[in-house]
DNA sequence: CGACACCATTGATATTTATCAACGGTATTT
DNA sequence: AAATACCGTTGATAAATATCAATGGTGTCG
């Protein structure tokens, strides 16, 4: 009985739109989803055809509203979060109730508490949206699976896990040597993009300041020329 | 003509002494000279004779008197350096030309200017030894080399510099959120040896405080109960 | 529209840490 | 053995930053 026959052709045909529309926006979804995560790896390394269909089957579309939480504080990490559309946070909170912020991921960046992630402790950190966010997961085993199946992806993973480590190598060396004025100059200028889509205060802490210093130093760089 | 005839016999006797001391010195200093970094890879993979023969291609072992420097500020950081025995220290010289120590390196542990080791650029750091050392030197086309040779030793790669970025994050959120105490505890208890065998005022530096400061919380926590 | 949350700024004050200087002990070098 | 370098401690003071409190602006939500 076809379902022509079960309901006036108006609707039928209202039905059949709707549909299309619909796969239409899903087909959409799904290639645009991808566009950030490949292009980065493919920076890196080629991946064929047939790689990037692999790596789709262990890959966690998600969309994020502003101020949702991905992971929260006592959970465990289960997966390593691309962003490829959108801006994440993660920070602790300390004892005095302030938060203090770790990393921010814009698109194209990954963000996890990594140790929470490998050794399957609860985490010490929260990771929220301070955008409405389009977001890639992962877990673990899928990470593992992938570098089985595609071993170039372990050789991206290393280079990526070691231009991590020099990035906070050089952070830390930052934050020990540069003046307040001068780091958030450095911050300005390779990250004009975070200075502008985040709340001052999340920038102070992000530098090791309260809002109150940021705000004075700011002040002292624009009063003496 | 043999040389047994040129020298009277004593002579001859003794020479062959001092050969066989040397050859039995020399087998132990080879053997010795790649213990640790064997036992350190071996935990986490296993490699073959063979393999570990195609390795120590590539090593090349250093002896390092203390207070000699291996690396100096302005230089190219041109190896990757394993410590089989001893303790090194990076640092760099501020403004004002206090030494600011970055990391100390212990037996079994890897050091280097990373950022330098992988782009070419003159290094901002100095490592130098604090002790005298043995050290195992491998540049980035011998570690390259060994990668492609022996795929395992990616995956070592990798699993290496994930710890390694876990504990410099993991150093990073107690600066900004330990007190000086418990930051200078946090050393003793993880690090007791380093504590033992450095300076303080180095650990001072180490922890990013001056040498009044620590050893004025030392005093601290020593008086009241 | 009005209530409310969020945020940057500013002022006054407290706390922490650095800086400068001096001293005494210990190890190293000559 | 004497001279010297190195190191940890202590005191006095200065500088940087945090803390506490208040204000005004802006946007959001009912």
Redesign the interface.
């Known amino acids: 009985m076809p379902l022509k026959e079960q309901l006036p052709l108006f609707l039928f045909e209202s039905c059949c739109i709707t549909l299309l529309l619909n796969l239409a926006k899903l087909c959409l979804f799904l290639s645009g989803m991808y566009e950030v995560f490949f292009k980065k790896i493919n920076e890196v390394i080629h991946l064929t055809a047939d790689e990037e269909a692999i790596f789709k089957n262990y890959l966690k579309p998600k969309k994020l509203r502003k101020k949702q939480f991905i992971l929260q504080e006592g959970d465990v990490c289960k997966y390593s979060i691309f962003v490829e559309k959108g801006l994440l946070r993660s920070y ?1 909170v ?1 004892e005095k109730g302030n938060d ?1 912020v ?1 990393q921010f991921a814009l698109e194209g960046w990954w963000i996890a508490d ?2 929470s992630f ?1 050794t399957g402790e609860p985490s ?1 950190y929260n990771i929220d949206a301070l955008e409405d966010c389009e977001l890639l997961l992962i877990n673990n085993d899928g990470l593992k699976e992938v570098r089985r199946q595609i ?1 170039k992806f ?2 991206f ?2 280079l990526q ?2 231009n ?3 990035a ?6 930052h ?3 540069l003046s307040t004025e001068e780091r958030y100059n450095k911050l300005l200028d390779k990250y004009p993009d975070i200075v502008q889509r985040v709340p001052q205060h999340m920038i102070a802490s992000y530098l ?1 300041l309260t809002p109150e210093t940021l705000s004075r130093a700011k002040k002292q760089m624009t009063l003496p020329k």
């Open positions: 602790s300390n203090q770790v990594l140790y490998i010490r071993p372990l050789e993973s290393f896990m070691q991590a480590y020099i906070l190598e050089r952070r830390w060396s934050m020990v040597t090791g």
